[in-house]
């Protein structure tokens, strides 16, 4: 039967067993081939994946490698011309910085880059005095092909966009690593065998395994975009407040290619709301290394073109090249003396070769006692181990470990720290805060003139009355404070100049004692600046004990001070002396002129008063004998001596007045009209208003009325040997009481407290002490019989009687006689008198700036043609009074100047102490230092105990006229108050430092003030290394124009820089800085400043837009206000750009481009380092992805 076609075979079972084992033994040989297969191919890919990663890992470890030989090349290029300081092996100080090698040396660069340093390249890194770089490349460039095909073209170095090379001749070349190090090439060459490039062999140390190619960019000169700038919405008010600091820069300019409303809107997210707050609170606060919870910022240099090309933020690329996301600075001075006195032209003395001084204490020309106090920062280090205990600017406390060799100004002083010292004691600091940062304490004044009442002290004295220098600081483990700053920053020789130079003994050298101690005047300099920044009106006053006397070193607000005394005598109109009579009476008057010389008042302003204390001599050989029985002078002559003490009050109008210098009215006294009463005991005077007084008759003239002085005169008192006889008036007549003048204020505790003398301080040996004038008030008329007998020329509230004439043009005095015994030919001729002592000419005691205790008063005669309209304002140079003998204001030789400080001449003009430039108008920046020690000459100036001729805040005018650099006229020329936290360091420079008219200076060539810039800070970071700071050597006309733009120059008027100054500004210091290196930021003052315009006066350099632009000393220092704390010297930041390629040559290279890459890596390593010291500060590291 056949099969059913739908039915499949029947199986055999032993047929069906076979089968199947053939099968499965089959599949498991298939499946042992492909495991097979598959191990042999995994065994295969991960060799190449481990030979890819150890190549990388290779290119890895010489990319970094490469790194640290660049890094060490830098630090060795510190000490190329001469060793570093190594008393402390482990940390070396580089004393040898010049302008020269402040930065790196320029190698490989092209004008196509200025942010570009050095690239790798066939010729040394570096090359100095001691040693050259040994970072040499060969002659390969990155662009020519490798054997295996790979190179790396203009493209690839432009990543960073800090600039593009302009053809592949510009670019790196390669450095090759062989086992042993780093190579040219030019030695070992190729074979097989040997010590050759190729020769693979364990034992062959020149193996190449490896080459690296690098560009270095100084990024120290770019914008730190992670700060700078600030919303467009900012009021200007807001503005100005941080104008000092990074975040208050403009990046308005178009050249920037930044939006800055996106910019703040995205990286300030958070903040912008409160920037103001944000920059002073948070920013000032932590180094800027922080971002502001909420807030975006940028990670990486690689982050910010990635936001540039995205055109996130607000940026673009054009805006690439002037901006940084890594900025460091050390928060320490580096400041060092960088002049003897003797290259600008001053003297020769050992003392004052500061430059050649910097790095001695006590080795001569100094002693132990007597030390050297302008160091170079870095080089004043503590010998052991401390832990130091500093301050906040809020008041905390906060330590930091120093080791031996660690420079002793660890940080920067916050001026913040100033608001501290407040006039009623601490505020926000505790005391042993203040004790520590000022060396002050509040407590009861030791002056007994001042018992119970409560002042700030300065305790950290030597046993010889001098502030501690800084390396007796170090010695006592501790951080110094801010008058050990000041006085380790201001040139010694520019300090204690004394009026009376050479004069040991007598009246004028007790009147100038105070002048020689620099204690006194940094003290002084240090309370004026406390007085700057404080909001309120009442004077700083700091007590030191000085060789066991309690000496008071009084600061500076706007408030008036007493310029002159005029002593007044005359008989009053209304009752003449007549032809018979043999008696009268004189009345005796003290005046005062009072000045507040400054631009601006202040609303509040503490209560004033006036205080007239000491002894004062009246005597004439014709007094009345009768009434006074006391005999005064070397000729016993009838007299009194009245012991004074006598004050009243301003009123509210005349606290904020005195504008001009002015005479003191009854309306600006407190209370009730002072009555005209006569004191009727010799030791009182009463505040009166007096007769009408001068030419002009002026009226309601407040003066402090002594004793009457009755004089025996007529028939009894013929003169037979003198045309006139004198009366004399001496202030400070009895030594025991010598006379002052004292402007008081009353405090805030109630207690009333002096803050300026007509004549040096509250030490009464400063004071007038004998010093008389002559008065000539009494004259010989003839008799009817012939004879002559004595009368009053000098009379008060009237005319002069019939037959004395005044000469309206001269102010003499005369009378017609018939036979005058004096004439020639005997019985000729008139009694001429060249002295009007009605006020007008009276003899006065006269200060040229009533905020100075130095070089300042003097004695004057106001006679000759000087305008008697003059005399109520007293004004010492007016533009009004310019004729012939007071073009230069008011002075002249001995016939008009009795007393003045012995290191002037002959002629003494006070008021050209505003300029103190011998009528120059090279200045700024002449080496000339000539004065008029002997002989007539119409300018008066003087030089510091250095030799140095300093120029006066008015002293860029040159030798123009009254109507310009006129401080005692010209609004503008007057000094400033802030009354207000320092915005910069540079608005240090309003502090006035007690020489006439000299505020700290910012300006000149000769400046000893200039390393305040750089002691000082406005931010109030407590770290070692702080962020958001250019370097002054930026090749990058853009960066400093957006630091510029929108400076205040005036912070009365508002004036700021515009944008076009601003250009000018920054273009013609990146020229200087093309050419020459700015090593520290004291060369702003030192040598910037004078290079925008070595002549001045009517010469208008194209940097300023106006004379008063660039003659200005408040205006012409705008610039080192904006670049004082945006700003920097001292660290390099840098970015090295390395590209590393592991590999080797093969072996039949054998030319140097035949080099087979195996793998690669490129970093980009972000360093700063300190150039005074090596050290690396910090660094950041990107790999970059390309």
Partial sequence: MSRSPDRFPRSTPDL???????????????????????????????????????????????????????????????????????????KPVYTNVTATNIMPQYVGTNADMPNLIKISTTTPPYTGALSSGQLIATKVNTSITAQNGRFVGTNRWNLPELGRFPGTNSTPNWI?????????????????????????????????????????????????ITQAGYPSSLPPSDIQQIKGLLPGTSLSDTNLAIDVQKLTAWRNAASRSGYVQYVTNFLATNSGQTVYPGDNTFLSRQDLIKAAKDAVAGLTTNALPNLTTFSRDRNAPSWGPMFNATDLGGTNSASYAYRNNAGISTSS??????????????????????????????????????????????????????????????????????????????????????????????EELTAKSTIKTLDQVASEGRAPNFFELLQAAILRGSLGVNGNAGVTSGTTYNMSIHQSFPAFQILRMGAAAIDQADADSFPTVIEYQQSGSPWQACGVESLPGIISVTPVLGVPNSSPQTEGETSATAAVYLSFNLWNPHRTTPASIPELRIRVRGSVGVYNMHGDPAILTSTLGSKSEPGFSADLDEAIELSVAARTGFTTPSTLMVSDLQGTKPISTTPSDF??????????????????????????????????????????????????????????????????????????????????????N??????????????TDGKYYANFIAYLGGAYPAGWTT?????????????????????TGIVYLTYNNTWDRSLMYASNDPRSTRLNTWMFT????????????????????????????????????????????????????????????????????????????????????????????????????????NPFERTLDKPVILNRPFRSVGEIGYVFRDNPWRTADFFSSKSADSALLDIFTVQDSTERVVSGRVNLNTRNANVLKALFTETMIDPVTNTTLSATEAATLAATITQFTSTNRIVNKSDLANVVSPFLSPTTGSTLSTNFTSLDNQNLKLRREAFVRALTD?????????????????????????????????????????????????????????????
Wanted: proline share 5%; aromatic share 10%; with cysteine.
């Fill in 16 to 90: 069906r067993t076979r089968g199947v084992a053939l099968i499965t033994v089959l599949s498991l040989v298939v499946i042992v081939c492909l495991i097979l297969v598959a191990f042999v191919a995994a065994m295969r890919i991960e060799r190449t994946a481990s030979y890819s990663y150890g190549q990388s890992i290779s290119a890895e470890q010489i990319g970094q490698g490469g790194l640290r030989r660049i890094i060490a090349e830098l630090q060795y290029e510190m000490g190329k011309d001469a060793a570093p300081l190594l008393d402390y092996p482990r």
């Fill in 176 to 224: 090759l690593m062989t086992r042993s190090g780093v190579t040219d090439g030019s030695s070992g060459g190729f074979g097989t065998t040997g010590n050759t490039l190729n020769n693979a062999s364990p034992g062959n140390t020149n193996f190449v395994i490896g080459r690296f190619a690098y560009a270095i960019y100084d990024t120290g000169g770019l914008l730190d």
């Fill in 365 to 458: 020309p100094f002693t132990a006692v007597n030390r050297n106090p302008n160091r170079l920062l870095p080089g004043v280090r503590y010998g052991s181990a401390y832990t130091i205990t500093d301050y906040n600017s809020t008041g905390a406390a906060y330590t930091y470990q120093v080791q031996p060799g660690d420079a002793v100004v660890q940080r920067r002083f916050p001026l913040a720290r100033l608001a501290w010292v407040g006039p009623n004691g601490p505020t926000g600091a505790s005391v042993t805060a203040i004790r520590a940062c000022f060396g002050l304490s509040w407590g009861p004044s030791a002056d007994p003139n001042l018992p119970g009442v409560n002042v700030w002290k300065y």
């Fill in 683 to 768: 030791d009182k005077g009463e505040w009166v208003e007096a007769l009408p007084l001068g030419a002009s008759l002026t009226t309601n003239i407040a003066t402090l009325r002594l004793h009457d002085f009755p004089y025996k005169l007529g028939l009894n008192s013929a003169i037979t040997t003198d045309r006139y006889q004198s009366t004399k008036v001496a202030l400070g007549y009895d030594s025991v009481s010598p006379f002052n003048a004292v402007m008081e204020f009353r405090a805030p505790s109630g207690s009333w407290i002096p803050y300026q003398f007509a004549t040096g301080m509250n030490n009464n040996l400063t004071w007038f």
């Fill in 770 to 783: 004998s010093l008389g004038g002559n008065f000539y008030i009494v004259s010989a008329n003839a008799r």
């Fill in 807 to 827: 000469n309206a043009s001269s102010g003499a005095v005369y009378h017609s006689v018939a036979n005058d015994p004096w004439g020639t030919p005997a019985g």
């Fill in 862 to 965: 106001r006679s000759g043609p000087l305008s008697i309209s003059a005399t109520q304002k007293m004004i010492l140079w007016s533009s009004t009074n310019i004729a012939t003998l007071f073009e230069k204001g008011f002075g002249g030789d001995s016939n008009y100047v009795q007393l003045k400080p012995t290191v002037f001449g002959t002629s003494y003009f006070p008021a050209q102490l505003a300029r103190n430039n011998y009528g120059s108008d090279t200045a700024i920046s002449s080496t000339s230092n000539t004065v008029t020690r002997t002989g007539s000459g119409s300018d008066t100036s003087y030089t510091d105990n250095d030799g140095l001729r300093r120029t006066a805040d008015s002293g860029l005018f040159g030798d123009a006229n009254a109507t310009t650099g």
């Fill in 1126 to 1186: 945006t700003t920097q010297t001292r660290t390099w930041n840098l970015m090295i750009d390395i590209i590393a390629q592991a590999g080797r040559y093969g072996p039949a290279a054998n030319t140097l481009d035949k080099f087979i890459v195996e793998s690669e890596r490129r970093y980009w390593l972000h360093v700063a380092i300190d150039r005074f010291t090596g050290e690396v500060l910090d660094q950041k590291l990107e790999a970059v992805t390309e």
